[in-house]
């Protein structure tokens, strides 16, 4: 067994490398999961002398938004620092961050999953596969041009999200003779139909008050 948690995590390293991303149902992309890293990390942990565990939560946020589509949906972002300790009494201690979205009360949980999974991976540095940069340049620029001719929706930006996000925290806040009024928008509106939408709603709000 490693002598401490320096030699044991580069034994880790040493023994498992590899996590295959897989496609979960109704998915339209491929992920790796945190039970799959888990499955492929344990057994080397245990083999030497590793364990882990939540050491201390920096941070906690939440914020209400509906969607597009007028679901109402809860966001959480925790961070917080991941202990990987070694029997010997070494120990190294990572900050991480995990974030989610339910309709439900399952976002802290989405959040803490993802905090948990990214430790584990960025530790021990494990490779998940689809990596850009394994591709040519030409070879990116023919994958988005294929992807352009798929689908005509918006791409999805952090602006537009944003401003959804920010579109959605006005209409809630507007009472429902204001809403009557009130300008939605859909799930391919661009985003100066969101801006449009937000000002005018936004308008409405300061009447309102």
Request: aromatic share 6%; glycine share 6%; with cysteine.
């Amino acid at each position: 067994m490693s002598e401490n948690i320096h030699q044991a995590i580069n034994q880790v390293m040493q023994e498992v490398g590899y996590v295959k991303k897989q496609k979960g149902t109704n998915l339209n992309y491929t992920y790796a999961g945190e039970a799959a890293l888990i499955s492929a990390l344990r057994p080397a942990m245990v083999e030497n002398g590793i364990y882990m565990h939540v050491l201390k939560i920096e941070s906690v946020t939440r914020e209400s938004y509906t969607t597009a589509k007028g679901t109402a949906m809860v966001n959480t972002v925790i961070s917080a620092i991941i202990r990987f300790a070694h029997v010997s009494g070494s120990y190294v201690d990572v900050a991480s961050t995990g974030e989610g979205s339910d309709a439900g009360d399952k976002s802290a949980n989405k959040a803490m999953t993802g905090l948990y999974k990214y430790a584990m991976r960025q530790t021990f540095c494990i490779e998940t596969g689809d990596d850009p940069d394994k591709f040519a340049s030409e070879e990116r620029k023919d994958e988005k041009k294929v992807e352009a001719t798929k689908s005509d929706k918006p791409v999805t930006t952090p602006e537009r999200t944003e401003l959804i996000k920010e579109f959605s925290l006005c209409f809630n806040q507007l009472s429902a003779e204001s809403k009557g009024k009130s300008i939605t928008i859909k799930g391919d509106s661009t985003i100066d139909q969101i801006k449009s939408a937000l000002k005018h709603n936004q308008a409405l709000l300061e009447n309102q008050k």
